[in-house]
């Protein structure tokens, strides 16, 4: 099987993940499959460990127990530059990019990373125009709007050719006509790179629109999980995180 062809089958498995910090048991037993070019939402109230469980999967955090499994690779607390390395990166809810440096060096430095990885080249000149940053590119990053310096973060972990995007509140502080560029990114990713996504997110809009499939996490338990028709008309759902939103 030639690289291409193996990336192509590969996927993302989140086996009994727990994570404890001292005696706080942040989650437990977290169980999920994330197929090639698949996008999975993940929701759930404040302090559901959401944030925590991507910083398990990627490696910033090592787990307590359980498994992550990336094709037939097991990355259970591998370090975050090893696990990128091999196709999974991640995005954070607050801006995360070279502020010193201008747009075009960001993204010359982002891929600096996919060099040797197989898969399509990733064409970012479509989506620098629609997010306005074409007219930024000599400009440094943390001179953008707030919006614009968002969107330069996801871009920043797309240009890697990543397999796997972990997308921590992509549309968090964003007005919402700039909240369909967080849509197209994701569409593009999916689309024309073959790559899959899981996004934590609490715009419902967004991930109804995103997501076919969606987990939600309370109190450090997977709650429910299934189609946002299913599992959002859920009683448990509505009352565990739905109802505290919905005055």
Request: contains cysteine.
């Given at each position: 099987m030639n690289d291409h062809a193996r990336s192509s089958s590969m996927k993302l498995r989140v086996e009994n993940l727990t994570k404890r910090f001292g005696g706080l048991q942040v989650f437990q037993n977290i169980s999920f499959d994330v197929e090639p070019g698949r996008v999975v939402g993940v929701i759930g109230p404040n302090g559901a460990g959401k944030t925590t469980l991507i910083n398990v999967i990627c490696g910033m955090l090592s787990p307590s127990g359980g498994k992550v499994w990336l094709g037939d690779t097991?990355?259970?607390?591998?370090?975050?530059?090893?696990?990128?390395?091999?196709?999974?990166?991640?995005?954070?809810?607050?801006?995360?990019?070279?502020?010193?440096?201008?747009?075009?060096?960001?993204?010359?430095?982002?891929?600096?990373?996919?060099?040797?990885?197989?898969?399509?080249?990733?064409?970012?000149?479509?989506?620098?125009?629609?997010?306005?940053?074409?007219?930024?590119?000599?400009?440094?990053?943390?001179?953008?709007?707030?919006?614009?310096?968002?969107?330069?973060?996801?871009?920043?972990?797309?240009?890697?050719?990543?397999?796997?995007?972990?997308?921590?509140?992509?549309?968090?502080?964003?007005?919402?006509?700039?909240?369909?560029?967080?849509?197209?990114?994701?569409?593009?990713?999916?689309?024309?790179l073959g790559c899959a996504a899981v996004i934590v997110e609490h715009d419902m809009d967004l991930v109804r629109r995103l997501c076919p499939h969606i987990l939600v996490l309370e109190a450090g338990r997977l709650l429910a999980e299934g189609t946002p028709a299913d599992v959002l008309s859920r009683q448990e759902v509505m009352d565990a995180y739905l109802g505290a939103d919905a005055e």
């Amino acid at each position: 099987m030639n690289d291409h062809a193996r990336s192509s089958s590969m996927k993302l498995r989140v086996e009994n993940l727990t994570k404890r910090f001292g005696g706080l048991q942040v989650f437990q037993n977290i169980s999920f499959d994330v197929e090639p070019g698949r996008v999975v939402g993940v929701i759930g109230p404040n302090g559901a460990g959401k944030t925590t469980l991507i910083n398990v999967i990627c490696g910033m955090l090592s787990p307590s127990g359980g498994k992550v499994w990336l094709g037939d690779t097991d990355i259970s607390g591998k370090p975050f530059h090893i696990t990128s390395r091999l196709g999974l990166l991640r995005s954070f809810q607050q801006t995360n990019t070279f502020r010193a440096a201008s747009v075009e060096e960001n993204l010359h430095r982002a891929r600096l990373f996919s060099r040797e990885r197989p898969g399509p080249e990733v064409n970012l000149d479509v989506l620098l125009e629609e997010f306005g940053l074409d007219r930024h590119l000599d400009d440094r990053s943390d001179s953008l709007p707030y919006g614009q310096q968002k969107m330069l973060g996801l871009l920043l972990a797309l240009a890697p050719k990543p397999k796997f995007l972990l997308l921590d509140e992509p549309a968090a502080g964003l007005e919402r006509k700039e909240r369909t560029r967080v849509d197209r990114f994701v569409q593009y990713a999916r689309d024309t790179l073959g790559c899959a996504a899981v996004i934590v997110e609490h715009d419902m809009d967004l991930v109804r629109r995103l997501c076919p499939h969606i987990l939600v996490l309370e109190a450090g338990r997977l709650l429910a999980e299934g189609t946002p028709a299913d599992v959002l008309s859920r009683q448990e759902v509505m009352d565990a995180y739905l109802g505290a939103d919905a005055e």
